[in-house]
């Protein structure tokens, strides 16, 4: 069996996946410290909401990127 990889699913405005994974990582932590210094860059770009996957399962979220 291979390994599965953590990543983050991004979601619309609609709760709407959006689009395949863009980062794979190999473990929680370091999905979680790429994400402590990407989300703002995230929004800008639209991105509503993100999900941290470890491979099918849903490990939290859906976690919004909205101010305040």
Same mark, same amino acid.
């Given at each position: %069996?291979?390994?599965?990889? $953590?990543?983050?699913?991004?979601?619309?405005?609609?709760?709407? *996946?959006? @689009? *395949?994974?863009?980062?794979? $990582?190999?473990?929680?932590? !370091? /999905?979680?410290?790429? $994400? +402590?210094?990407?989300? !703002?860059?995230?929004? /800008?770009? @639209?991105?509503? /909401?993100?999900?941290?996957?470890? @491979?099918?399962?849903?490990?939290?979220?859906? %976690? +919004?990127?909205?101010? @305040?």
């Amino acid at each position: %069996m291979g390994n599965v990889a $953590f990543y983050w699913r991004y979601q619309t405005p609609h709760g709407i *996946p959006d @689009g *395949p994974p863009q980062e794979e $990582f190999d473990d929680q932590a !370091e /999905a979680e410290a790429w $994400f +402590s210094t990407t989300w !703002e860059e995230l929004r /800008a770009q @639209g991105v509503q /909401a993100v999900v941290l996957m470890d @491979g099918d399962d849903e490990v939290y979220g859906p %976690m +919004s990127l909205d101010e @305040g």
